[in-house]
């Protein structure tokens, strides 16, 4: 069965906005994620004064995802903060794995093959993995 032009451009229309719809519940969520997670932090710590004279580097206990659940679940602030920047990078990864599905559906094998080709990119980047 073969789909109209204007069925077709109706769909492509309701996909954008699903698309859009994403990318905003996305940023929001991890918008309010890190906002409590700064709420949380300053909470426990706003009262605290650094110290600018020796520099300190930042901790280990959130380079992990395991790393920075753990931490959310015992309520820890930077925990929250680290959890919310995830999910403001996998929004974007989200967008690109619903178009790969959305072109698997559509059996368009070019955009198929153009859009895995992106998500295994961001997905090897985010691994850190080097050549």
Known sequence: MRI????????????????GTLLIAGVIAAAVVVLAGCV???????AGVPNYKHFQGGSSDYRTVRDIVKNV???????????????????????VALSLVAFLRRRDLLYT???LIVLAVLIFSLMGKRL
């Open 73 to 95: 679940l015992a309520g820890r602030g930077r925990g929250l903060i680290q959890l919310g920047v995830l999910m403001l990078i996998a929004t974007p990864v989200a967008r």
């Open 113 to 115: 093959l153009f859009t």
């Open 4 to 19: 109209s032009e204007d069925s077709q451009g109706n769909a492509d229309e309701q996909f954008e906005q699903v698309l």
């Open 40 to 46: 949380v932090y300053l909470f426990r710590h706003g």
